[in-house]
């Protein structure tokens, strides 16, 4: 069982910054954020391998948010730069206990891994 805590969304401005947080109980794993908007689905945002070696961020995201994690706290962090109103949601953390997979991740695991989630923090960019 992995238990996940979120935390550091909050409401911003337009162009402003935001460091989201999650830590992470027991063994490390790769992790991932996702997100998801009022009446959208969830959508994978970024990844970072158990090593922190490897990441990957989608493309709607990419040149303004960073992906980082230190494995000595099992915590991963998403710094979110010039953010846009399209950009609310409530973020997610998750770990996957398969094998590290490149590009974006799905929403359900493969056969024979599982995903966990965390509560959700919400990010809200608006004037």
């Known amino acids: 069982q992995v238990q996940l805590e979120e935390s550091g969304g909050g409401l911003v401005q337009p162009g402003d910054s935001l460091r989201l947080s999650c830590v992470a109980s027991?063994?490390?794993?790769?992790m991932a954020w996702f997100r998801q908007a009022p009446g959208k689905e969830r959508e994978f945002v970024a990844s970072?391998?158990?090593?922190?070696?490897?990441?990957y961020i989608a493309d709607s995201v990419k040149g303004r948010f960073t992906i980082s994690k230190v494995n000595a706290r099992n915590t991963m962090y998403l710094q979110m730069n010039s953010l846009k109103p399209e950009d609310t949601a409530v973020y997610f953390c998750?770990?996957?206990?398969?094998?590290?997979?490149?590009?974006?991740?799905?929403?359900?695991?493969?056969?024979?891994?599982?995903?966990?989630w965390g509560q959700g923090t919400q990010v809200t960019v608006s004037l």
């Open positions: 998750a770990v996957d206990t398969g094998s590290w997979q490149s590009g974006s991740w799905p929403l359900s695991p493969r056969d024979g891994a599982l995903y966990y």
């Open positions: 027991g063994l490390t794993y790769h």
């Open positions: 970072i391998s158990r090593s922190s070696l490897q990441s």
